[in-house]
T-cell receptor, first 113, second 114 residues
Framework: AQSVAQPEDQVNVAEGNPLTVKCTYS??????LFWYVQYPNRGLQFLLK????DNLVKGSYGFEAEFNKSQTSFHLKKPSALVSDSALYFC???????????WGAGTKLIIKP | DAMVIQNPRYQVTQFGKPVTLSCSQT?????MYWYQQKSSQAPKLLFH???????NEADTPDNFQSRRPNTSFCFLDIRSPGLGDAAMYLC?????????????FGEGSRLTVL
């Protein structure tokens, strides 16, 4: 069965430090992977996606993600965290059987000044 | 700016009193989705439309219905809300189902059931 996992419920990072939010996946074919961000009481916003090509994907707000096929991971990264990056982050993979997104449980990112 | 607009942002209803949430889009996307999200959990797909074709998720309760009268609008009807239906309801759109495009979300409608 296809699935996506975000092993950390919460990640705490000091402002200015690099951040990583982890995501691993399990799919039968080639993965279509996505990261979304949700600020409090707001809808989700698309950050970036991996379909094919370069393993390092750049997205909005200075975020990037690295696709690693051997480790079946798609970790979200940012070189220098901002307090305004504090939010809920969701990783998702496309379900090949119906083309809908399978969502991770979400990781709460807290950036402390 | 093209966008997805949900109304109302906050809805309070009484147990068993029907509620309708609306979603409109100016993106001219073919696909519209309704998700339910509880307590910062992952969003749960309730149903989606590909143009006028309605697709209901197998575990979506019968209490939830949807209408899409035209490309731009989609409605979520909750016929008899229970306490367990209190949640954030998210509308989203995408260009074409089966492609690799991302979803565009509205700001959500938060439903409180008293």
């Amino acid at each position: 069965a296809q699935s996506v996992a975000q092993p950390e419920d919460q990640v705490n990072v000091a402002e200015g430090n690099p951040l990583t939010v982890k995501c691993t996946y399990s799919v039968s074919g080639n993965p279509y992977l996505f990261w979304y961000v949700q600020y409090p009481n707001r809808g989700l916003q698309f950050l970036l996606k991996y379909i094919t090509g370069d393993n390092l994907v750049k997205g909005s707000y200075g975020f990037e993600a690295e696709f690693n096929k051997s480790q079946t991971s798609f970790h979200l990264k940012k070189p220098s965290a901002l307090v305004s990056d504090s939010a809920l982050y969701f990783c998702a993979v496309r379900d090949d059987s119906n083309y809908q997104l399978i969502w991770g449980a979400g990781t709460k990112l807290i950036i402390k000044p | 700016d093209a966008m997805v607009i949900q109304n109302p942002r906050y809805q309070v209803t009484q147990f068993g009193k029907p509620v309708t949430l609306s979603c409109s889009q100016t993106l001219n996307h073919n696909v519209m989705y309704w998700y339910q999200q509880k307590s910062s959990q992952a969003p749960k797909l309730l149903f989606h439309y590909y143009d006028k074709d309605f697709n209901n998720e197998a575990d979506t309760p019968d209490n939830f219905q949807s209408r899409r009268p035209n490309t731009s609008f989609c409605f979520l009807d909750i016929r008899s809300p229970g306490l367990g239906d209190a949640a954030m309801y998210l509308c989203a759109t995408s260009r074409v189902q089966g492609r690799t495009g991302e979803l565009f979300f509205g700001e959500g409608s938060r439903l409180t059931v008293l």
